[in-house]
Every structure is written in C-alpha cells, then in structure tokens.
C-alpha cells in the first residue's frame, strides 16, 4: 500500500475514533516513520533470510539447547543470543516446554532483521524529517506601506 | 474522492438530487447512521420522497428550512462601516472586505494561507472561497483588492478548487498570493480575532465556534451537523455539497452576504475547523477544513 494511502487511512481512523484531526505535524511523523520502514524493509528481509540459511547449514546458533559462547560473537549477536534465550525462559515458564531449536532460530533471526534494519530506518527517518534540503526561495515578508490615502 | 468519505456521504448527495425540494440532509451521527434529518423548502409540502435503497432502513425525520445560498454581497458603498470593511494600510489584517478588479460583488479575505505550488514553491496570501475571487468569470492572476478595487491590488488569484454544477463537490475555495512588489500585504491576523492555532481540527456537534467577517465581524455560533449534503443557490446554478460543517447562529446572525470566505475556528483554541461559504436562515454551512487542505494542498503552520 502506498505510504500516502497508509497516511490518508491513519488519519481516518483516527479522525472517527477522536473526532480529532491528526496535526500536520503527527501526520508528518507518521509519514516518516511508514518511509523509514519502506527504506529498511529490503535490508531487513534480506538480513532475515541470510540469518535463516546460516542456521540452516550450521546447525542452530541460537537454540537454546546449543548455546554458542557469547565471546564469540559480535554484541549485537550477543543481545540477540540473550534476547531469545529470555524469549525461552518466557515460553517455559508460561507453558512448561522450552522453545524448539527451529522456533529459537525464527526468533534470533527476527531479532537480527530488525538489528540490521535499525540503522537504514534512522538514516531515512531523519531525513525525512529534516524536509527537503534546499529552502524555498524568498519567505514571508510582510509590509508596512500606507495604501488608504 | 477520499477513502474516508464513507458511502453514506455519497448517499446523501444522490438523495438531494433525486428530490428537488429538498435543501439539505444529514445524519443524526455519521460514524453510525440511524437517523435521517431532511430539511425541504418551507414554501411547499412535502408529499413524495424517492429514498436510495441504502437509506430505506433509516428513519427519516423531516424539517421545513430555508433555501441556502453563498454569500456574496453586492458592491454597496456603505456610510459607517465596520472595522472589516474598512481600508487598512499593510500588513492588511484578514477577514476583511476584499473585491476581485471588475467584479460586482464583495466578499471576505478569510485567513492567513501558506502553500506550495506544483512546482514546490512556497507561496503566502490568504485563503478565500471560489466564488469570491473566481465564481468562474476570473482566471487565475486577477488582481484582487481591499477593501474594493478603488484601491491597490492586495494579491492575485493564485489556486482554486471551482465548484462544478454536476458533481458532488467538497469545497468551494481559493487562494490569493499576497507578494506585491517585493513584500507580502497581509498580515498573519484576523482582525478581532489574531493569530490562529498551528492546527487545524474537525468539527463535532456541539462545537463552540467564532468567525470575522466583512458583514457581521466578529460574530459565533455553534456546530449542529457535519457531514451534511447541502444544495446552495449561485445564482444562476444549484450545486449540491457533500460532507459539509453546518453552525447555527448562538445569539445574534453567525453570518450574512459577503462574509462568504471567513475562516470558522473553534472558539477556545482558535483552530481552523470550516472555510465559510453559504448560508440560510439561522444556519451557516462551511467547507470542513481538511477537504480544503487537501484541495489546495494548504501548509500549516502559517510561520
């Protein structure tokens, strides 16, 4: 869906639920933050996929039952190694069964999509905020000339 | 046509064609229609009605009401006039008197109006209705006036959104830029009521509004319908409107001919809420600001 579509609808939504427009300035945000995540979705996805076929043709980096040594990954490898680890501890808490080695590795590589996507959505949502980067010309000027004698 | 214009807007519109008689109709809520209000000409009875299938299962509550018409006034060179209708040295203050070069009638610079053009130029001026600047007799880069075209050119025509005879039509509005050798003539205030708020809201039933224009200044009123189809009177054709802010006048008139193009803001924050363009009765009817925005690709804040 194009994002002005995404915006037009957003603005309905929020127009039937708060009888409140949503301010230029809301609806400009919105705007950035649907551009950023169209900018970072390709690197993102190609992250996710990357991540699944490593785990594929090594075993399972992230499994809970085949726990690699944080020391040899990177940090951010590191945080997502934890952050499914407590995903796990979640699920066997709440259901009384760890997660698979396929359901831990899912999990990892979403986390590492959306590690790898970070730093494309900032960059693009930043610019987009910032506006065009060339002023207009001229601005508002007003005068002070008599025109009534 | 916007993806949140529901069908039931539509409908409305269909049912005024459909039945001549009939001067406007609108839902008791919009978001959940179930009932009708349908307002005919007081002067004739209402015996038949042809109903859109869609609207059958409503009930359907019927009014005697007035004709609506926009509101221009004719040139009339007043005696006393009003602070609105007065000549003002620059920065001319809006919601004053302004007069297309040649054009027999007056109506009202409505409010402060920034936009980008095609190309993504910035313009600033001030924002009117159609039938004020245009009414389809000028073209765009006509010169327009305060407080009548005795005096200098205040701006030039410089966007519209006309409004067509045979359609559902949104808005009737217009922009004039206000560059005039080197300086813009008008100021960011409306007189009586200042700067408006950097945000524009929807009307709700209930509202308390306020408006300045050329005929009755500062005057309010408050919302009692939106998304209202209405038929208006131009003269020498009807066109039907779909959508629209309707405001009943509180104490005295909310408006008269030639406040046609006065900003409608909401009374405690001063927010544009509906571009002001016709009226009947005790009832005035506006353009809901977002279809002006999106037709004329409005920015806001004006600063």
């Known amino acids: 869906m194009p994002i002005q579509d995404c915006i037009t609808h957003t603005k309905l939504l929020v127009a039937q639920e708060t009888q409140h427009e949503l301010t230029p300035q809301q609806t400009s945000t919105i705007g950035c933050i649907l551009s950023g995540l169209m900018c970072a979705a390709p690197a993102a996805i190609q992250c996710f996929i990357d991540c699944l076929a490593r785990a594929a043709n090594r075993g399972s980096p992230n499994a809970a039952n085949q726990k690699p040594s944080p020391c040899d990954k990177s940090n951010a490898d590191h945080e997502i190694y934890r952050g499914v680890l407590h995903i796990d501890e979640l699920v066997n808490d709440a259901t009384g069964n760890p997660l698979t080695v396929a359901q831990a590795d899912i999990i990892g590589c979403v986390f590492s999509a959306l590690v790898c996507g970070v730093p494309t959505f900032l960059k693009c949502f930043l610019e987009c905020m910032a506006g065009p980067t060339t002023p207009p010309a001229g601005g508002y000027d007003p005068g002070d000339r008599k025109r009534c004698e | ?303």
């Open chain 2, 1 to 303: 046509m916007k993806p949140y214009l529901a069908t039931h807007a539509i409908q409305l519109g269909q049912l005024l064609r459909d039945n001549p008689n009939l001067t406007m109709a609108h839902y008791d809520t919009p978001a959940d229609p179930k009932l009708l209000h349908i307002y005919f000409r007081a002067d004739i009875q209402l015996r038949a009605l042809r109903v859109p299938r869609n609207l059958q299962s409503l009930t359907i509550t019927p009014h005697p009401g007035p004709t609506f018409h926009d509101l221009r006034a004719p040139i009339a060179r007043a005696t006393a006039l009003n602070e609105n209708q007065q000549c003002q040295n620059e920065p001319i203050r809006l919601g004053t008197q302004c007069q297309p070069k040649g054009a027999n009638w007056l109506g009202t610079a409505g409010c402060p109006a920034k936009w980008r053009d095609s190309a993504g130029v910035l313009h600033w001026g001030y924002l009117t209705n159609w039938h004020v600047l245009s009414s389809g007799q000028f073209d765009l880069g006509t010169t327009c006036h305060q407080p009548d075209d005795s005096k200098p050119a205040f701006g030039r025509l410089a966007a519209m959104s006309p409004v067509l005879r045979d359609k559902d039509n949104l808005v009737d509005a217009a922009l004039a830029d206000t560059y005039v050798n080197g300086k813009h003539t008008t100021s960011d205030e409306i007189l009586a009521i200042g700067k408006y708020a950097d945000h524009p809201i929807v009307a709700v039933p209930g509202l308390a509004v306020k408006k300045s224009g050329r005929t009755t200044g500062y005057t309010e009123a408050k919302c009692t319908a939106v998304g209202a189809a209405v038929k208006i009177g131009y003269g020498d054709f009807d066109a039907t409107f779909i959508d629209q802010d309707v405001y009943k006048q509180t104490e005295k008139p909310f408006s008269a001919a030639g406040d046609s193009g006065s900003l409608i803001l909401g009374s405690r924050c001063s927010c544009p809420c509906s571009l002001l363009f016709a009226g009947g009765g005790d009832m005035t009817i506006g353009n809901p600001m977002r279809h002006v925005i999106d037709a004329l690709g409005l920015i806001f804040p004006f600063l």
